[in-house]
Antibody, heavy 121, light 107 residues
């Protein structure tokens, strides 16, 4: 059964770098059938797509965040990661990792439970 | 970037009633690229509808999606207690964007 689990620090200081990892179980992250993505949700607000990655390392980022975002994949650990630099309070959010099926790569069919990251000194 | 608008912001209904949620796009969206999600408090979003009208795995048939171009609709034929939640539409153009959501709460 597919499971996605986000992990990382719950508190990050302003101007520092937010780093999260999504551990995938139940399917190989190296499968050509899937992309892997990050989405965030400020508390009480709506959803914002951050970016996606393919097992080969090909990435696709939200233009509004592109200058600060790096998504990478570690196939040996069946994980993919998010780095967001120069964070501010506006980056406080629940961060979700999710899967996209390459046959229909237009929506997220499985999501992790999410992890809250607070940006504060 | 395509902007999605959802209406109403909140829909207050009783169990057993029909819910009709609207999602409007700022420009035409390929129906294949339109999805709906349900989110309950403290939970991740769950895919309900893909390709504007296809039900995701395990989704009851009281949920249906329709629409084309710039106007899409999610209908819940008879509300069950577990259906009271927030619903988001999402499209894929050159980027993924989500609507602001419609909250369906108990009247």
């Amino acid at each position: 059964q597919l499971q996605l689990q986000e992990s990382g620090p719950g508190l990050v200081k302003p101007s520092e770098t937010l780093s999260l990892t999504c551990s995938v179980s139940g399917v190989s992250i190296s499968s050509r059938s899937y992309y892997w993505g990050w989405i965030r949700q400020p508390p009480g607000k709506g959803l914002e797509w951050i970016g996606n990655i393919y097992y080969s390392g090909t990435t696709h980022y939200n233009p509004s965040l592109k200058s600060r975002v790096t998504i990478s994949v570690d196939t040996s650990k069946n994980q993919f990661s998010l780095k967001l630099t120069s964070v501010t309070a506006a980056d406080t959010a629940i961060y979700y990792c999710a899967r996209v099926d390459t046959e229909d790569p237009f929506y997220f069919d499985y999501w992790g439970q999410g992890t809250l990251v607070t940006v504060s000194s | 970037e395509i902007v999605l608008t959802q209406s109403p912001g909140t829909l207050s209904l009783s169990p057993g009633e029909r819910a009709t949620l609207s999602c409007r796009a700022s420009q035409s969206v390929n129906s294949r690229y339109l999805a709906w999600y349900q989110q309950k408090p403290g939970q991740a979003p769950r895919l309900l509808i893909y390709g504007a009208s296809g039900r995701a795995t395990g989704i009851p048939d009281r949920f249906s999606g329709s629409g084309s171009g710039t106007d899409f609709t999610l209908t819940i034929s008879r509300l069950e207690p577990e259906d009271f939640a927030v619903y988001y539409c999402q499209q894929y153009g050159s980027s993924f964007t989500f609507g602001p959501g419609t909250k369906v709460d108990i009247k």
